[in-house]
């Protein structure tokens, strides 16, 4: 899917947050983010003074 995004035409700046190409997240204490294993994501590095956790887990609708 990765290279398919690389053929899109780009977006601009104003686009829904539905037709952006990256959609940037700010996480409050208490906030869960899912997404689907295939997509492309990256976390900055964590610049707080308090620790940062993740977990990473694999999910299947039984």
Do not use: C, K, Q
């Not at 899917?1 to 686009?15: C, Q, Y």
């Not at 409050?28 to 990256?42: K, Q």
């Amino acid at each position: 899917r990765l290279p398919l995004m690389m053929a899109a035409p780009p977006r601009s700046a104003d686009a829904p947050e539905a037709d952006r190409t990256f959609v940037h997240l700010t996480p409050a204490p208490g906030t869960v983010f899912l997404w689907e294993s295939w997509l492309r994501h990256e976390v900055p590095p964590n610049r707080a003074r308090t620790p940062r956790i993740s977990i990473s887990f694999n999910y299947a609708w039984a």
